[in-house]
């Protein structure tokens, strides 16, 4: 049931990049369940590989060898499994995280540090690493780089679509391509530890500008999206820079740089706001709209606050334009003199709210109109300064609490 | 459906206090909307009257009210009542919440500024003014000491029970008494702009110390519970110390001063719980019980990112033992070098967590057998310290969805 679902238009293959997934038999009997993305390396420059992860605490066996791995050594493969997200498994789960990835080396005469291992699905059961295993030479045999729709299948869970962007563009008269997968689950569920998302372009950048460009696309994107404020312990982006276009970027003073970043963020953006219209339960997109703020901070305090709202969530489920809510949220963001009397707040282009009360114009009517759409912009003005952020989340239903409460029986 | 709660033992009358309720038709027709609390001052000494006020920027036109009033004048009545906040109303709330003070003033000779207003109930609706007004005589004529029970059943919302504490203790060998009612509604609620609480005590204390004890005895109760972690625009607690048994506490270290403190946070703590025990769509108490802090902010903190996630409380409700959600929830708590391998959890008496993972000890029976009951203690101990805080709140079900998605249509 999500919502206005992004189409899975064609996901161009990156040259550089072959992918094969298979059944495992992790959780899925049927579905396949694991997916193997390889880099190619050019004689003349090697690709990289940038990533970022979860901020939680308590993060997952994968994700701590993956972050080790990728800070020192070149990557070659990345190995992901759905239905066991080996979290929650102590040090016994390290020691399976590395014996998957030691299995890659042996068939395919690596170094096991040169893989990247990722785990999604249920929390604190040991990873099947045998059944892995057995799987990996049927999947290493069949590395293809057109197979980029079966790898955005094989690493969903609850998703109930799967979820893909392509971009092509030109840069430096050449044709170049951005392509990234995701996987949500509805939400930022620790149990279900959550998100990924692989990324791949065939333009050449050195580490260090990979990593930025991914930084702040990941910052105008994943982290602009919220279901219920909880934050998995898997999460993680991973892009990947082969080079195989020819075209190089050197610098981030680049004209040619920008380009490249903006085309970045709008697939991490697409694929972000994919996994929110698919979010546990979800029948309504919100994007929370915060300007007028005097920084970035306080903008997105506002947004996050209006946005974690359960009372919020839920009147949006029920189409109820429950404006005091809305206002409470913002109250209570922690904002110091906040002015309430200089907040105003528009539901699309109704105005609701104007000097700490409901707006003279509006009218129930209004209200209960403009709460029929699907997809539904809460405009917030706090009135004292320049900045602008936004953020994208999604209703709160009967079905949320349905999905998680029945998750494990 | 409240969980386990606490029956309505005897309210004592608190000398000095005289209260009384009556209809005025806001929002109910049968059951009374309105109370009157009179303080009668001794010749010989003033009573003293202290509050505390919700913290959020965006608060209701009587809580600005009764703030400014509290702080200044000498307070002879409070003024309460449910089904209209008066809230978001801008400007126009403020002149009808002095206008009922005025109203007071009027009939009884007093000055207008010694009266404090409080509203709970929806926000957004002007205060009808006329009927508040025209409903004062009668409740003015009917002052008693011994309306205490009344008092709590008109200052509900959709609470479904009163809410009422009484303690009785020997102070310089007599006998006196500290009685209190609340109000949550469900919860933390802003549209049904939410808690209240309103106690007497018959000890004499001076206005300063009066505040300090409420200020201390509130923060280790009502602001230690939540439910969905909304704050209410309408949030109040006033105490009143009339002096009329002839106790005297002057200093805050008065041996005395320390058992009056005890239990005075003792009946707020019992309130406060009472609160959660009817939270909206509630099915089982929870306490976060956080041990081996390195300070009490972090502890808080642990407690609050556990108490207030969503997969925590449904998971709570499916009486599912989830501890990946308990663990993630610690994680991402924000606090800095958590050692996750130190972390352990118990549910009631089961060890869950050891060293990260899943306890050796732990059986899927012992889990289910434990999250069985209607009250659970989750025990967390983050091996880093020696302070400890409690935090109160409930599961997250079916009902809370429809109860705010429906409230008001």
């Known amino acids: 049931m999500a919502v206005n679902p992004l189409p899975l238009n064609t996901l161009h293959p990156v040259a550089g990049i072959h992918l094969a997934t298979t059944n495992a038999g992790i959780k899925q009997t049927v579905r396949d369940d694991l997916l193997v993305i390889q880099m190619q390396h050019l004689a003349a420059r090697e690709g990289t590989a940038a990533a970022v992860f979860t901020r939680n605490a308590f993060c997952a066996a994968p994700v701590v060898v993956a972050r080790e791995n990728v800070a020192q050594y070149r990557v070659d493969y990345l190995l992901i499994n759905s239905g066991n997200a080996n979290a929650g498994t102590g040090e016994q789960g390290l020691v399976a995280a590395r014996a998957t990835c ?30 892995i295993v057995a799987a990996l030479p049927k999947a290493l045999s069949n590395l293809q780089p057109a197979n980029w729709e079966a790898a ?39 149990d279900m530890a959550t998100m ?85 339960g979800a029948t309504k997109f919100i994007t929370v709209d915060v300007s007028g703020g005097a920084n970035e901070a306080e903008c997105l305090a506002v947004a996050y606050s209006v946005a974690h709202s359960p009372l919020v969530k839920t009147a949006f489920f029920a189409s109820d ?33 104007r000097q700490g009360g409901v707006a003279a114009s509006y009218t129930e009517a209004q209200g209960q109109a403009v709460m ?12 004292r300064g320049t900045h602008r ?16 409460a029945d998750y494990r029986t």
Chains 1, 2 share one sequence.
């Open 102 to 131: 030691q299995a890659i080396a042996e068939q395919q005469g690596c170094d096991p540090r040169s893989v990247l291992p990722f785990s999604t699905g249920v929390i604190g059961q040991p990873l099947p690493v045998s059944k």
């Open 152 to 190: 955005a299948k094989a690493i969903m869970t609850t998703d109930t679509l799967p979820k893909g962007v392509s971009h092509q563009f030109s840069l430096q008269n050449q044709l170049v391509t951005i392509t990234g997968i995701a996987k949500g689950a509805g939400m930022i569920r620790p």
């Open 196 to 280: 990924l998302s692989f990324i791949a372009t065939d333009v050449a950048l050195p580490k260090n500008l990979l990593q930025q460009s991914l930084q702040q696309a990941v910052e105008a994107s994943f982290n602009r999206i919220t279901i219920d404020g909880d934050t998995s312990t898997n999460d993680a982006c991973v892009l990947f820079a082969t080079g195989h276009s020819g075209v190089v970027l050197e610098h981030a003073d680049d004209s040619d740089y920008a380009i490249f970043l903006d085309q970045l963020t709008q697939v991490c953006r697409k694929l972000a706001q994919a996994i929110v219209r698919d979010g546990e």
């Open 321 to 353: 334009a429950n404006w005091g809510r809305i206002l409470a949220a913002i109250g209570r963001a922690g904002l110091s003199d906040l002015a309430i009397e200089r907040v105003q707040i528009d539901l699309n282009d109704v105005a609701i709210v």
């Open 372 to 383: 029929q759409h699907s997809e539904i912009t809460i405009h917030i003005d706090l009135g």
């Open 389 to 404: 952020e936004q953020v994208w989340t999604c209703d709160f239903s009967h079905d949320y609490v349905s999905i998680n």
